[in-house]
């Protein structure tokens, strides 16, 4: 495997089209490791973010967009709060994980993926997020059976906690419109 | 004293006693929640995952409707909404382009004078513990709660511009005000896993598992929350039998309103044995 890449050899479009994108200034960082060492999710993570930041300023757009660090941020912005250059991380892989949809790439993790289109469904038909239905959803596209939360699940829902029927908003079609507009704007 | 209110999707399920005990010490405040009209799904952290714009447009309907309400700022108890209607806020007022977007989508002229505030803001900024400590009835004595702040309130600081990110203090102050003791540690504002739970069973249950034992090792009776995620993973991906309160509940303790009992039923882990053995039922 090359280890080492020539200044030459690094295309930077990928870089710009990032920057541009999310509206980071990622030339700034120097690799100081706050954003990976306070990161609740990096040890599952196939690539660090700070490696994430350094693969962007090189240029490996298909690793990086087809990595699983794109779908296990889960936006908690400890990186960004605490990165001394300001970078706002959670923002640049929202704008990475946008980036690898339009382009077709296949999402490395599939259920994570799934699991907020099932979420965004459930907001597009009623306006307001139902979890029974939500979930029905998620387990029908993935056939992940939850298994990790069924029986608290179980417990949740005999407690009340997860009505069976769904509150609709009034204008459904102002959200019918908000929804139609921005999967247009795409 | 009169607020616009944005009681979220969780309002009526995951979050029910949040809900319920956020109406009865506002009540008991005398403050007036008018609950802003056909609001909608804040967006949550899937729109924002998928859809920039989409997660900007969504709280913005809301913001439309609690600008032509005029009931005054907008408040919100869930930490989750809170934030994404303060992304969206922010946005309306730093980024022009992106303004004048997300108006021509949701249809209206934002004006940037309606406030967006946390319910733990307008407890402590607005009412004041003052106030607070006057209603106390049963000041909650030998009670030691670790108070946990999670993500949404205090990250990004920028945008939900509330208290320290790394060392926050408005919880503590407050249950001080309520007569606990509440203990210092080091998890504050470490991250539960949020919605990971759904799909990531495990790696959940090991944050959780983290914050639930540091807060034992510091010698907490139970956890105090302000994020019905939190508290819901929190509750459900624990096996220590630490009690998880929203900081609501234990003001209506504090403030020995009716109807608590039905506050407990919802927990899965019943706080009531603990509060017994305090004298606080």
Known sequence: METTTSVEKMDSSFLEEVSKRSGEKLSLCYQCLKCTAGCPTAPYMDIRPNSIIRMIQMGMKREVLESSAIWFCVYCQTCGTRCPNEIHIGVLMDALREMAMEEGVHAKEKNIHLFHEAFIQSVRRGGRAHEVTMLMDYMLRSRD?????????????????????????????????????????K | MRFSYFPGCTDHSSSYEYGRSTEAVLEALGVDLVEIEDWNCCGAAATHSLNRLLSLCLPARNISKAQSAQAGPLVVPCAGCFSYLKRAEYALKHDEAERKEIEEIVGFTYESSLEILALMDVILNRIGLEKIQEKVKKPLKGLKPVCYYGCALVRHPKITQLDDPENPQYLDRLMKSLGAEPVDWSYKTDCCGADLAMTYA??????VGKIVSMAKEAGAHCIVTSCGLCQMN???????????????????????????????KKHLISPKGLLESLGLV
């Open chain 1, 145 to 185: 059976l939850m298994k990790g939360s069924l029986i608290p699940g179980v417990k949740l829902f005999l407690k009340g906690k997860f009505p069976l029927l769904p509150s609709f908003v009034k204008g459904k079609g102002e959200i019918k419109r908000i929804f139609e507009k921005c999967t247009k704007a």
């Open chain 2, 202 to 207: 495990d790696v959940v249950q090991k944050l």
């Open chain 2, 234 to 264: 929190l509750e459900m991906r624990q096996d220590m039998d630490l009690p998880i309160f929203y900081f609501t509940e234990l003001m209506g303790v504090a403030f020995d309103v009716e109807k608590r009992e039905s506050w407990w």
